[in-house]
């Protein structure tokens, strides 16, 4: 009993792509049946440059007969996903020890099935953030096209930020700080970029940096501090307060002065030399600074907009990338000052340009579908430097998108972070998936062509259900999200028993609150602080539930309801401290904090892929108003 699988061309995706589907089929098929019977599946890459640019897919099989077309490489290989799907395979977390694969029979495939399917939007992808080893990122990368996504955006130069906070260990002096080289991230780089290349990914990378890079400092190393700009190099850098210096001793916080002339050739050529030097880089993001408020203030850059001469500085590197022969598509950022439109500058070569909608401080309570387009939609706000605050309402961040799209009517997504930590407030992840869903949905009405996920990888506590929603809505905006809940969850824990799960966790969610814990509203609230007790009491009366399945599940299933005790055992932990800082107990809340803190770095050995303990904790004290971060170990 035999399936065959053949591909049509000789190219890496499509070989990997025959190595997959060869793969899951051995794992479902029984093994030594005297049955004769064969099938042959046909794996065909039909690129057609007439076609519009949107991954298309069709799949037939009858009579033992399969094929699976695609326009692109990376098409082919979710095709072969999606006719696993078919079959019954889910795949509910990254890593294969997390899939569940059913048995099935060579019935299947006499059975006649089509699948012709366009996907929804053009952009499908996940941005790195977080703390990640080499295992998380390439298991993630590797689950990416098995639920619907096409992209992977490593942001800097390489990875080197997110490995050196798990490396090191960062705000988790239970672990020994292990050995971490330049060295190491160069051999790690290599391997995520082959992952994204094997699977055929679209490749977008680096995004903040380039300023620091004019005034020679790598962007591989982030959001490096603690240096002093040279004196020579003053004459590059924004004056802000009368002072042209680092901010915070920060190059990728630091903006640069525009009105000066070297400025902008200065930058064009070092993004002209990455984008020569690194042609598998389909989309080249060039932002400028990450901070809000240090815009330079000389006499002359006082006269323009900050977007003004952004899109100045595009339009001669548009230049200059023609002048070299490179066709790298170039993300630019609205984000920060740069949600204020341009009021003289145009891009002039959009067909260069995808535009990325960034709106870091919007609430996680409602979605895009909710606003009332014809009433609550404000005038833009009017810029004055060095004195923004960002918005948080959907309707003024979308006031902002709305007054760049009269001057760019190319292509673009939204940058969005439902999971970089929105999705810390949300403890039940149930209410952060519907957003996601209804957001995603929502995107053709405001004519983005899709979606990035700017997250950690490591957002798998309790469930990665935001992702498989995000990646299968994406993939077809039609999906229903009470089928995909139903999907997931009977797949992650068990036909009879996942209904008490999604129960629960609905119930966690209804009393969490993702503006909360991402200090949006009043910090001290009588009305949080009883949904956060409400919470203490579901995650404690929870436990039997969990043991009566412990006791009756095996394998994937068994692993998802030990993830889901070890969030119920933290949970009441984190909710009891958010509790008494709802109700100003500061405190009995900084008690508490600790006290989940040192649970969960001591637990991180055992359940480092499913939470990020490092990102949680930057986050919580950064918004949420915990003070304690880390402490050393006690001997």
Same mark, same amino acid.
């Given at each position: 009993?035999?399936?065959?699988?053949?591909?049509?061309?000789?190219?890496?995706?499509? &070989?990997?792509?025959?190595?997959?589907?060869?793969?899951?089929?051995?794992?479902?098929?029984?093994?030594?049946?005297?049955?004769?019977?064969?099938?042959?599946?046909?794996?065909?890459?039909?690129?057609?440059?007439?076609?519009?640019?949107?991954?298309?897919?069709?799949?037939?099989?009858?009579?033992?007969?399969?094929?699976?077309?695609?326009?692109?490489?990376?098409?082919?290989?979710?095709?072969?996903?999606?006719?696993? =799907?078919?079959?019954?395979?889910?795949?509910?977390?990254?890593?294969?020890?997390?899939?569940?694969?059913?048995?099935?029979?060579?019935?299947?495939?006499?059975?006649?099935?089509?699948?012709?399917?366009?996907?929804?939007?053009?952009? @499908?992808?996940?941005?790195? /953030?977080?703390?990640?080893?080499? /295992?998380?990122?390439?298991?993630?990368?590797?689950?990416?096209?098995?639920?619907?996504?096409?992209?992977?955006?490593?942001?800097?130069?390489?990875?080197?930020?997110?490995?050196?906070?798990?490396?090191?260990?960062?705000?988790?002096?239970?672990?020994?700080?292990?050995?971490?080289?330049?060295?190491?991230?160069?051999?790690?780089? @290599?391997?995520?970029?082959?992952?994204?290349?094997?699977?055929?990914?679209?490749? =977008? &990378?680096?995004?903040?940096?380039?300023?620091?890079?004019?005034?020679?400092?790598?962007?591989?190393?982030?959001?490096?501090?603690?240096?002093?700009?040279?004196?020579?190099?003053?004459?590059?850098?924004?004056?802000?307060?009368?002072?042209?210096?680092?901010?915070?001793?920060? *190059?990728?916080?630091?903006?640069?002065?525009?009105?000066?002339?070297?400025?902008? *050739?200065?930058?064009?050529?070092?993004?002209?030399?990455?984008?020569?030097? =690194?042609?598998?880089?389909?989309?080249?993001?060039?932002?400028?600074?990450?901070?809000?408020?240090?815009?330079?203030?000389?006499?002359?850059?006082?006269?323009?907009?900050?977007?003004?001469?952004?899109?100045?500085?595009?339009?001669?590197?548009?230049?200059?990338?023609?002048?070299?022969?490179?066709?790298?598509?170039?993300?630019?950022?609205?984000?920060?000052?740069?949600?204020?439109?341009?009021?003289?500058?145009?891009?002039?070569?959009?067909?260069?340009?995808?535009?990325?909608?960034? *709106?870091?401080?919007?609430?996680?309570?409602?979605?895009?579908?909710?606003?009332?387009?014809?009433?609550?939609?404000?005038?833009?706000?009017?810029?004055? @430097?060095?004195?923004?605050?960002?918005?948080?309402?959907?309707? /003024?961040?979308?006031?902002?998108?709305?007054?760049?799209?009269?001057?760019?009517?190319?292509?673009?997504?939204?940058?969005?972070?439902?999971?970089?930590?929105?999705?810390?407030?949300?403890?039940?992840y149930m209410n952060i998936s519907r957003i996601i869903s209804r957001d995603v949905k929502y995107l053709s009405h405001l004519? +983005?062509?899709?979606?990035?996920?700017?997250?950690?990888? @490591?957002?798998?506590?309790?469930?990665?259900? *935001?992702?498989?929603?995000?990646?299968?809505?994406?993939?077809?905006?039609?999906?229903?999200?009470?089928?995909? &809940?139903?999907?997931?969850?009977?797949?992650?824990?068990?036909?009879?028993?996942?209904?008490?799960?999604?129960?629960?966790?609905?119930?966690?969610?209804?009393?969490?609150?993702?503006?909360?814990?991402?200090?949006?509203?009043?910090?001290?609230?009588e009305q949080m602080s009883k949904r956060y007790q409400r919470i203490v009491a579901e995650a404690r009366d929870f436990l039997?539930?969990?043991?009566?399945?412990?006791?009756?599940?095996?394998?994937?299933?068994?692993?998802?309801?030990?993830?889901?005790?070890?969030?119920?055992?933290?949970?009441?932990?984190?909710?009891?401290? +958010?509790?008494?800082?709802?109700?100003?107990?500061?405190?009995?809340?900084?008690?508490?904090?600790?006290?989940?803190?040192?649970?969960?770095?001591?637990?991180?050995?055992?359940?480092?892929?499913?939470?990020?303990?490092? &990102?949680?904790?930057?986050?919580?004290?950064?918004?949420?108003?915990?003070?304690?971060?880390?402490?050393?170990?006690?001997?």
């Amino acid at each position: 009993m035999t399936a065959t699988v053949l591909q049509s061309v000789d190219d890496t995706t499509m &070989r990997f792509a025959q190595n997959e589907l060869s793969h899951y089929l051995r794992k479902m098929l029984p093994e030594n049946s005297q049955d004769p019977a064969q099938a042959s599946i046909r794996l065909v890459l039909n690129k057609d440059p007439h076609q519009d640019e949107l991954d298309h897919v069709r799949i037939t099989m009858e009579e033992g007969q399969g094929k699976i077309e695609g326009n692109h490489p990376v098409v082919v290989l979710i095709g072969v996903y999606q006719l696993l =799907h078919h079959f019954g395979a889910r795949f509910v977390r990254p890593g294969r020890n997390n899939e569940v694969i059913p048995s099935i029979t060579m019935d299947v495939f006499n059975q006649p099935f089509s699948y012709d399917h366009k996907a929804s939007y053009k952009h @499908r992808g996940v941005c790195i /953030e977080g703390a990640d080893s080499v /295992e998380n990122i390439m298991q993630f990368i590797d689950w990416l096209p098995k639920i619907g996504f096409n992209t992977f955006f490593v942001q800097f130069e390489n990875p080197y930020t997110f490995f050196k906070r798990w490396y090191t260990h960062e705000f988790n002096s239970y672990w020994d700080k292990g050995t971490f080289t330049n060295a190491m991230v160069e051999k790690m780089s @290599r391997q995520v970029d082959e992952a994204i290349a094997t699977r055929g990914l679209k490749h =977008h &990378r680096v995004g903040h940096g380039w300023t620091g890079e004019v005034l020679g400092y790598s962007s591989k190393f982030g959001w490096e501090s603690g240096l002093r700009l040279p004196e020579e190099k003053e004459k590059f850098v924004a004056e802000v307060n009368g002072k042209r210096a680092l901010i915070d001793g920060t *190059p990728i916080l630091t903006s640069l002065d525009f009105s000066n002339p070297v400025v902008i *050739p200065k930058m064009s050529d070092v993004v002209v030399q990455y984008a020569e030097q =690194h042609p598998e880089v389909d989309y080249l993001h060039v932002w400028l600074s990450d901070a809000n408020n240090n815009i330079c203030e000389c006499e002359q850059c006082r006269k323009e907009l900050p977007a003004d001469q952004y899109v100045r500085f595009l339009n001669y590197l548009d230049q200059e990338l023609t002048a070299h022969h490179l066709n790298t598509k170039i993300c630019f950022l609205l984000y920060h000052e740069l949600l204020f439109a341009p009021a003289k500058e145009k891009i002039k070569n959009p067909e260069r340009f995808t535009m990325m909608f960034a *709106p870091i401080s919007r609430t996680f309570e409602k979605s895009y579908a909710d606003v009332n387009y014809t009433q609550d939609i404000p005038a833009p706000a009017v810029y004055k @430097r060095n004195q923004t605050t960002l918005p948080t309402t959907l309707e /003024e961040n979308l006031s902002f998108l709305f007054d760049w799209q009269k001057g760019f009517k190319g292509d673009s997504f939204v940058y969005d972070y439902p999971l970089g930590r929105a999705h810390y407030g949300d403890l039940g992840y149930m209410n952060i998936s519907r957003i996601i869903s209804r957001d995603v949905k929502y995107l053709s009405h405001l004519h +983005l062509h899709g979606y990035i996920s700017c997250q950690e990888l @490591r957002a798998g506590f309790p469930t990665t259900f *935001p992702n498989y929603v995000m990646g299968q809505t994406l993939w077809d905006k039609e999906t229903n999200f009470e089928d995909l &809940r139903q999907e997931y969850f009977e797949a992650a824990y068990g036909k009879s028993t996942y209904p008490a799960v999604v129960k629960y966790l609905q119930k966690v969610s209804d009393d969490s609150s993702s503006d909360y814990f991402n200090a949006i509203g009043p910090r001290v609230s009588e009305q949080m602080s009883k949904r956060y007790q409400r919470i203490v009491a579901e995650a404690r009366d929870f436990l039997p539930v969990i043991r009566v399945a412990l006791s009756e599940v095996t394998g994937t299933q068994k692993k998802n309801w030990e993830v889901l005790d070890y969030h119920r055992q933290s949970t009441q932990k984190l909710a009891q401290a +958010l509790s008494w800082l709802a109700d100003g107990q500061t405190d009995r809340a900084e008690a508490e904090w600790q006290e989940f803190v040192d649970f969960i770095k001591l637990n991180e050995k055992f359940y480092q892929p499913y939470l990020d303990v490092y &990102r949680i904790i930057e986050v919580a004290t950064n918004y949420a108003g915990f003070k304690y971060r880390d402490a050393p170990v006690q001997e």
